[in-house]
């Protein structure tokens, strides 16, 4: 006799909390990945706008350290041709000429920090020979909006994506100790097969077709107290992802502070350095025209054309820095976005 069968059968699960619970926790799964994503934008745009920044600082200093080699260049040959008709002395030239050789070693060194400021640039975008626009003059940095510090961190408790990331953990570890508690419930399920059988032997055959569908309900007994366990240990481990979210939400909160600072402080040094860099012109032109009365040496001249361009390169740095500020505030209170980069844009040089 020879006996071919052939079955299919099916199951639909109709309740079974447990499976229910991990289709939730993969929805919250997806919610975290979409704030690492958001986090990751913010960084990115954080970055450029710090590499982007960092080649203009060097541009500057560059320009602030060729402009006081100059001058210093004219006061070295300045006293030198004093010195050779009697109206100096050799100290002149030769403090001269000391400034002139610090000058030039840094004129080297901040042409290099901005080659490397440049390669990390390109590398930053992808592409080769970037030039940075510069800010357009004359500027006025853009006030702090709203000026309360609490009125940023009070939406940062509920949007910054790290405290978004903090919830939705709580949330899945919550559905974890419900698919744990799921243990001690009934499962039901509709099961369904279909079956032939084709029976064949020496002067018969014959084939027989089945068919069943129904409703399984599973109960759950005992288990060995591996439920009760299971649920104990999810419980702890929810209390630990609601205390995760509290430190979130202080992180976020004195991060934001903290950056709301900054950027007031920055915008004040900056307008202080708008301040000194007028008060250095003065300085500057009054020790020249000393130095050319015979009421003031070389040295001083030399002292106040440095204290000039540093007290430019300076603002400028400050400058770039009250904007970096700006957009790091944002990203501490989770609403940085690309369009932000808009109103730096409208700072900079056409």
């Not at 979409?34 to 960084?43: K, P, S, V, W």
């Not at 050789?101 to 640039?121: F, G, M, V």
């Not at 202080?272 to 001083?300: C, F, I, M, P, W």
Request: aromatic share 4%; net charge neutral; hydrophobic share 40%.
């Amino acid at each position: 006799t020879t006996t071919t069968a052939v079955t299919i059968s099916g199951r639909q699960p109709l309740f079974n909390r447990a499976n229910s619970a991990t289709i939730d926790q993969a929805e919250k799964s997806l919610e975290v990945a979409r704030a690492d994503l958001q986090t990751a934008e913010q960084d990115l745009i954080v970055r450029l706008a710090q590499a982007y920044f960092d080649v203009l600082v060097a541009q500057d200093a560059l320009a602030a350290t060729q402009a006081n080699k100059k001058a210093v260049g004219e006061q070295l040959a300045s006293a030198k041709r004093n010195f050779e008709v009697g109206t100096a002395t050799i100290t002149d030239s030769r403090e001269a000429q000391a400034k002139f050789d610090l000058a030039t070693a840094q004129e080297i060194a901040t042409d290099n920090d901005l080659r490397a400021k440049r390669i990390a640039l390109d590398q930053l975008v992808g592409r080769t020979n970037i030039e940075p626009k510069p800010l357009a003059t004359p500027l006025m940095l853009p006030a702090v909006s709203p000026a309360n510090v609490e009125e940023w961190v009070a939406p940062s408790q509920s949007s910054h994506p790290s405290v978004r990331k903090a919830q939705l953990a709580l949330d899945i570890a919550r559905l974890e100790t419900e698919k744990a508690r799921a243990g001690h419930l009934p499962t039901v399920d509709a099961v369904g097969s279909l079956g032939s059988t084709n029976a064949r032997s020496s002067g018969s055959s014959g084939t027989t077709t089945a068919a069943s569908l129904g409703v399984q309900l599973n109960v759950p007994l005992f288990a060995g107290y591996s439920t009760q366990n299971r649920i104990k240990e999810t419980l702890v481990l929810e209390e630990k992802s609601r205390n995760d979210l509290e430190v979130a939400r202080r992180a976020v909160a004195q991060g934001t502070r903290v950056a709301f600072f900054g950027v007031q402080s920055g915008a004040a040094q900056a307008k202080a350095l708008e301040a000194a860099e007028s008060s250095s012109k003065l300085a500057l032109e009054a020790t020249q025209l000393g130095y050319r009365v015979g009421v003031r040496v070389n040295l001083d001249v030399l002292n106040a054309q440095t204290q000039l361009f540093t007290t430019q390169r300076d603002l400028s740095k400050a400058r770039y820095d009250v904007l970096l500020a700006g957009l790091r505030l944002r990203q501490a209170a989770g609403t940085l976005q690309p369009a932000d980069i808009s109103a730096v844009n409208a700072l900079l040089a056409k």
